[in-house]
């Protein structure tokens, strides 16, 4: 194993990732909490009224970033779940958990504020549209698989059948992205495209980017609080554990 290959590997240790997400976490806060403001202002009080939807359309400052997240999430998910069951990694398996309950949360709150914007754009909370149907099978394989990993006794059997549960129902996220263009749906297109200029006012596609990256901030804070409190429950024998708890509690 050469060098780089031991860097890359530095932070897979419990005890270093404990360590060093203790000073990030607090950074990640104060970002979620600084980008979420700048944004919010953008998106309710800068970014014009829709000609055609009125300001109903501003949900999508939460719907859009929402939607996003909740699809990269369950691919990171599966990605850190699927080195946890090829390499046998403790702390892939952990982030892995650690990830499903905000990808869940981010998943249900695009669908809620799906419905919010649809009542009215389309005149009903829900149709079987098919981004819709989709984006609600991305909500039951989160729940499924932090309902599988915790229904096994054994950690390590339950972190390799949620790896495959993961792993299979990834397939489900390019579903999703091209589900506008693969069927007729109600659902709109891509506003935002790699390939060609966005669809909307500069200040609207700032508000929604600046959302974009309190939600990073925030799903980084809050999966890597999360992480934590896993490491420290499954590694509660390791020496680290008990220096740490010597640490706490020391007058």
Known sequence: MNASTLRLFTFAAPSRFYALTGWLIPVCWVATLGFAAAGLYGGFFVAPTDATQGDAYRIIFIHVPAAWMSMVLYLVMAFWAGV???????MASMLARAIAPTGAMFTF???????????????TWWVWDARLTTELILLFLYLGYIALVNAIDDVRR????????????SVNVPVI?????????????????????PKMASTMLTAMLLLTVAFWAYAFAVVFTRARAIAIERESHAGWVADLVKRTIKP
């Open 84 to 90: 946890g069951w090829a390499f046998n990694a403790r």
């Open 109 to 123: 709150l695009a669908l809620w504020t799906g419905s919010f914007w649809g009542k009215p754009t389309w005149g």
């Open 158 to 169: 339950a972190d390799q059948a949620g790896a495959l549960l993961a792993l299979v129902g």
């Open 177 to 197: 992205y091209f589900s506008v263009k693969w069927w007729n749906t109600l659902h709109q297109g891509a506003t935002i495209s790699m390939t060609a200029a």
